[in-house]
């Protein structure tokens, strides 16, 4: 919880900073070199300890790859429901929901294949969905069971909620939201892309 709220304060001082004009306009290389150097050392701490990484795979063997696909159509069923709730059509809302929290790829194929709106709705969301994985990781950890943070997480198991999930649930599950991430984030150009044949 505490990692949560110093997450959640860090952001909002990162928006009052850049609005009041004290950080210079935000580049996208320096996100990027961020991302870097995070999974350096997420890199580093899985080399200090190669031996626990393999018991994630011989725990699940097989069913490592169920974890993915229940993501995915965990996703999809969750995005159906809302559509009965929802001013969008099922196409879109279920589309803005297989970007699975890769915000930037799906804004973007979807500003193409269903216009700025969707597109835009598409960032927020998604945006949304990560931001919520990486303030709540130790709650759902904790409420929720191991494997729920990184379903969470979505494709951004992979690289921006890697290391809070490392830390949270320990260097084990690193390869198991790897492999997630690399599965979920393969299927969102395909998923949406086949929504709209």
Same mark, same amino acid.
């Given at each position: 919880?505490?990692?949560?709220?110093?997450?959640?304060?860090?952001?909002?001082?990162?928006? @009052?900073?850049?609005?009041? !004009?004290?950080?210079?306009?935000?580049?996208?290389?320096?996100?990027?070199?961020?991302?870097?150097?995070?999974?350096?050392?997420?890199?580093?701490? #899985?080399?200090?300890?190669?031996?626990?990484?393999?018991?994630?795979?011989?725990?699940?063997?097989?069913?490592?790859?169920?974890?993915?696909?229940?993501?995915?159509?965990?996703? @999809?069923?969750?995005?159906?429901?809302?559509?009965?709730?929802?001013?969008?059509?099922?196409?879109? =809302?279920?589309? @803005?929901?297989?970007?699975? !929290?890769?915000?930037?790829?799906?804004?973007?194929?979807?500003?193409?294949?269903?216009?700025?709106?969707?597109?835009?709705?598409?960032?927020?969301?998604?945006?949304?969905?990560?931001?919520?994985?990486?303030?709540? #990781?130790?709650?759902?950890?904790?409420?929720? !069971?191991?494997?729920?943070?990184?379903?969470?997480?979505?494709?951004?198991?992979?690289? =921006?909620?890697?290391?809070?999930?490392?830390? =949270?649930? !320990?260097?084990?599950?690193?390869?198991?939201?790897?492999?997630?991430?690399?599965?979920?984030?393969?299927?969102?150009?395909?998923? #949406?892309?086949?929504?709209?044949?």
């Amino acid at each position: 919880m505490k990692n949560s709220l110093i997450i959640l304060l860090c952001f909002i001082a990162g928006v @009052i900073l850049s609005y009041k !004009g004290f950080i210079p306009q935000y580049n996208e290389s320096i996100g990027l070199y961020t991302l870097y150097l995070l999974m350096f050392l997420v890199g580093i701490g #899985i080399g200090c300890d190669l031996s626990s990484l393999s018991s994630p795979v011989k725990k699940y063997r097989f069913r490592i790859v169920l974890i993915p696909l229940a993501t995915i159509a965990g996703t @999809i069923i969750a995005c159906c429901l809302f559509a009965l709730f929802s001013p969008l059509p099922l196409r879109e =809302t279920v589309a @803005i929901g297989c970007g699975f !929290g890769y915000y930037s790829l799906s804004a973007i194929l979807l500003n193409e294949l269903a216009g700025a709106d969707i597109g835009t709705i598409a960032l927020i969301c998604n945006l949304s969905r990560e931001l919520f994985t990486l303030l709540t #990781i130790p709650l759902l950890a904790r409420y929720c !069971g191991k494997l729920a943070p990184i379903a969470a997480a979505g494709a951004t198991s992979i690289d =921006t909620t890697l290391p809070l999930i490392g830390h =949270t649930l !320990g260097e084990k599950y690193i390869v198991i939201a790897i492999f997630h991430g690399i599965v979920v984030d393969m299927s969102v150009p395909l998923l #949406i892309t086949l929504l709209y044949l």
